[in-house]
């Protein structure tokens, strides 16, 4: 049985737009299985949008990428019951609630988090709980052995 893992959106965009990671988080489809907030996808979908107004994507390319996000198997876990442990790990880590709400998932699951955002990985290591901390994992670091 492959392990799951909670992933954010950095991980799910480079699924299907060529960023730098994109070969970390293609090669973690074949070995895991996905869950995630139900954020997610407005998270992934306001990427994409940037990307257009930047005109790094198409319209119809960002289009196409939300819908293989939605299609790619991920897990989708509602957020209800997250908001309690998100907020209290926003005003823990001084670190904004969207993205704690992956934490407080990862944490109510005891499941590993996976993300390429090296700002969240050094809030958590700096002013997270060793319990928290145990469960973040970089992009890059996530498909290697469990010390």
């Known amino acids: 049985m492959r392990e799951t893992l909670v992933i954010d959106a950095s991980v799910a965009v480079k699924w299907v737009i060529s960023e ?25 979908a306001n990427i994409l949008w940037k990307k257009v107004q930047r005109k790094e994507l198409e319209p119809n390319e960002a289009a196409l990428a939300i819908a ?3 299609r790619s198997g991920i897990s989708f ?16 880590l001084g670190h904004p609630a969207y993205d704690c709400v992956y934490l407080a998932l990862a944490l109510r699951q005891k499941l590993r988090f996976v993300t390429a955002d090296k700002h969240l990985l050094a809030t958590v290591a700096q ?16 498909d290697r052995p469990i010390r």
Do not use: H, K
């Open 20 to 44: 730098d990671g994109g070969d970390d988080a293609v090669r973690l489809r074949s070995a895991f299985t996905f869950v995630a907030p139900e954020l997610l996808l407005p998270e992934c």
């Open 68 to 70: 293989l996000i939605e």
């Open 77 to 92: 876990q509602s957020m209800q019951g997250l908001g309690e442990a998100a907020t209290r790990l926003a005003i823990e």
């Open 127 to 142: 002013r997270g709980s060793s319990e928290l901390a145990g469960l973040c994992f970089a992009l890059e670091d996530a």
